[in-house]
């Protein structure tokens, strides 16, 4: 099984909707969540980190983390066509310090 | 602030050849990272630094050196290039586990390689 796995996509949205963004994760010991957006062509940034359980938001954004069953989510409201992108999950194990383990990432397309 | 800076940008080798990626942060920061990124495959992480003066293997080590040659610089090197590794890779740093802070990685623009 793979460390951290993200819903295969492409998913396609119409604009103002929620963009709904999975990701699950194998080491019950992980820490830290980080969700990157990735434009075509040019290199991952962060969106958001989540720590505890529960909803963190930031304007649009919320990321939801479940570690019971070692869930987190990203949540895009008012979805515009600037959030087309791959967004990519990233998780810090707590025996790896430092490390990131990446998701394949999930294309996002939101259509005017 | 140029923040992480990574050169060349595009590289084109021969099979065999040799070359070195290299990597530079003004950030300060302790920790560094080499990823490569192909298509499906999300980023892997190569070789890592978490602070000067030490290096880890990744999940992708085969056919990589890196070097640490100070705070502020960590390369990569392929002693002899294959086709596998067509990729793009990322250099990325962060302030480091100890850091107390929320340890965030950033990414350098990228080096697209593609071995002929």
């Known amino acids: 099984q793979k460390e951290v796995e993200q819903n295969s996509g492409p998913l396609s949205v119409p604009e103002g909707a929620i963009a709904s963004l999975n990701c699950t994760y194998s080491?019950?010991?992980?820490?830290?969540f980080f969700w990157y957006r990735q434009y075509s062509g040019k290199s991952p940034e962060l969106i958001m980190f989540i720590y505890s359980n529960g909803d963190k938001e930031d304007g649009r954004f919320t990321a939801q983390l479940n570690k019971a069953s070692q869930y987190v989510s990203l949540l895009i409201r008012d979805s515009q066509p600037s959030d087309s992108a791959t967004y990519l999950c990233?998780?810090?194990?707590?025996?790896?310090?430092?490390?990131?383990?990446f998701g394949r990432g999930t294309q996002l397309t939101v259509w005017p | 602030n140029a923040g992480v800076t990574q050169t060349p940008k595009f590289q084109v080798l021969k099979t065999g050849q040799s070359m070195t990626l290299q990597c530079a942060q003004d950030?300060?920061?302790?920790?560094m990272y080499w990823y490569r990124q192909d298509p499906g495959m999300g980023l892997r992480l190569i070789y890592y630094?978490?602070?000067?003066?030490?290096?880890d293997k990744g999940e992708v080590p085969n056919g990589y050196n890196v070097s640490r040659l100070n705070k502020r610089e960590f390369s990569l090197r392929l002693e002899s290039a294959a086709p596998s590794q067509t990729s793009v890779y990322f250099c990325?740093?962060?302030?480091?586990?100890?850091?107390?802070?929320?340890?965030?990685?950033?990414f350098g623009p990228g080096t697209r390689l593609t071995v002929l």
């Open positions: 990325a740093s962060s302030e480091g586990p100890a850091s107390g802070g929320t340890d965030t990685q950033y």
């Open positions: 950030m300060n920061h302790n920790s």
């Open positions: 630094s978490a602070s000067e003066g030490t290096t």
């Open positions: 080491d019950r010991g992980s820490q830290s």
């Open positions: 990233a998780v810090r194990r707590g025996s790896t310090l430092g490390r990131l383990y």
